[in-house]
């Protein structure tokens, strides 16, 4: 039996259930624990201190959110930690000028854009004119075609942070059988991809999979990377199988909160406390029952996006100093 709460986070369901819990906290800190050391080392030995830059356009919340905690954490580990944030309304010409600056500035290492990105503004462009070598989210099409040519490159953060998280849990990949549902360019397509390099037999999934439920059954692990909250049940899960949820959905109704954690007292005081809690793609309660190991949201994969980001970012600052 195991048990999910503490350290996993305030919304994260405590039940009975017989699958292993993948803490993706824990692992999240031993990796960013590990970067720390390894910057110390950096600059032990003459080389420069690294430096990611966050770029938000606009004032989503959430995008606030998520670029201040990669500039903290970045700075927790001993890199240099900038965000630029620009108004909602910024033309196309300043956000290009903005990268163009970091680009050039030999103190930043890695540079993301946070997205979503205002409507007026495509996102591919303005993806690629961050330097591929300063790419640490892994979107540019150069770093996308090294991953699936098995060069060397930079991989998105959340799907490398699940092939982590994975081998840090014992988990084999090689020869199984792996189902990725969902096929966005920031986690379907390159978790595949991934899972590929890790020697994975490989299906995706999507809106036009005929007969998803067997399909996802074949699955050794199965990783769910929909957004939409609950929508990977029992059904979709074969007994004994390692369920990876990577969807961040808020429920908002009391009804779905009882609906997905019946009789769960402590997600119902969360609800209540915040007006809304937060779940995966996965309905947890009654996979968790049937699975092997499961992700549980939040606690899971999440925390290791950041921490991935780091990874990378240190990457290139080596082989920017020419070290690797
Ligand atoms: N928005 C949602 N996920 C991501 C991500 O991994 N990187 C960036 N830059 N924006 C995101």
Redesign the pocket.
Known sequence: MSRTGGSLGDDTTVLETTARILDGKAVAAEIRAEVAQRVAELLATGGRRPGLA?VLVGDDPA?KV?VGSKKRASEEVGMLGRVEILPSDTPRERVDALLDELNGDDAIDGI?????LPEHLPERPIVERVLPEKDV?G?HPLNVGSLWLDQRGLA???PSGVIELLHRSGIEIAGRRAVVVGRSA?VGKPMAGLLLREHATVTVCHSRTRDLPAVCREADILVAAVGRAGVIGPEHVREGAVVVDVGMNRLTERAQVDHFFPGDAHRRDVFERRGSTLVGDVDFTRVARKAAAITPVPGGVGPL?VAMLLVNTLAAARRRQGLD
């Open positions: 966050a995008s998520y993301l854009v946070q997205l979503p989210d979107f998105p953060a959340t920031i996006t």
